[in-house]
Structure formats: structure tokens, C-alpha cells
């Protein structure tokens, strides 16, 4: 079992930056990559980021250029520092792991983001 805490988000103007904490913690030796995702009100959740263990990264072509998944691995904590945010970005995101013994990743309980003037 792995449990995610996400932290990070709130409202911000357009053009601004906000930085998404992930907190993982259980069994966190069998997390094989770690990402995020988010949710507009009537879409579907759709993928965001990602980065495998051994530090390979992925991007949506909508946020490539804009956002940066890191991680401390000390911390076993994912960010996701967003500049450049616009009112598309808005979104409830979510924090996703992926293991080597579940055949579904777990999930975060989410944290809303709110790009506004």
C-alpha cells in the first residue's frame, strides 16, 4: 500500500507560479514512477506529468516548456512547479503512483488549482 498526500494548491492570477507538493509514504520501495494528473469540471482526467525512478520525465504537449516534475528523494516527495499558469491550467491534480505490485496505480485525494484574475 502507498498513501499520497497532495499539498500546494490555491488560486493565483495568470502568468503566475504555484509549486505542487506529492507526499508518498507505506510501501514506498515499490514505486516505480510517479506523476500527476488533473481534472477540469466536465472533462476527463488527463495526464500531466510523470517520472520513472530512475529520474526518466514525460510531459503533455499543453504544459511541456511551462511545468517541471522533480522529486527529493529523501523526502520521498514529487513536486510540480507550474510558471507561466493559465486559466486552462485550472483543474483539480492529482498525484499518481505506480508500483511494481499493483496492477492499478494509487492515487492522491487531489488539491485544487484556480488560475484567475
Known amino acids: 500500500q502507498v498513501q499520497l498526500v497532495e499539498s500546494g494548491g490555491g488560486l493565483v492570477q495568470p502568468g503566475g507560479s504555484l509549486r505542487l507538493s506529492c507526499a508518498a509514504s507505506?510501501?514506498?520501495?515499490?514505486?516505480?514512477?510517479m506523476g500527476w494528473y488533473r481534472q477540469a469540471p466536465g472533462n476527463q482526467r488527463e495526464f500531466v506529468a510523470t517520472?520513472?525512478?530512475?529520474?526518466?520525465?514525460a510531459y503533455a504537449d499543453s504544459v511541456k516548456g511551462r511545468f517541471t516534475i522533480s522529486r527529493d528523494s529523501a523526502k520521498n516527495t514529487v513536486y510540480l512547479q507550474m510558471n507561466g499558469l493559465k486559466a486552462e491550467d485550472t483543474a483539480v491534480y492529482y498525484c499518481?503512483?505506480?508500483?511494481?505490485?499493483?496492477?492499478?496505480?494509487?492515487w492522491g485525494q487531489g488539491t485544487q488549482v484556480t488560475v484567475s484574475s
Open positions: 517520472q520513472t525512478r530512475s529520474g526518466i520525465t
Open positions: 499518481n503512483a505506480a508500483t511494481s505490485t499493483s496492477p492499478l496505480p494509487y
Open positions: 507505506g510501501s514506498i520501495f515499490r514505486i516505480t514512477a
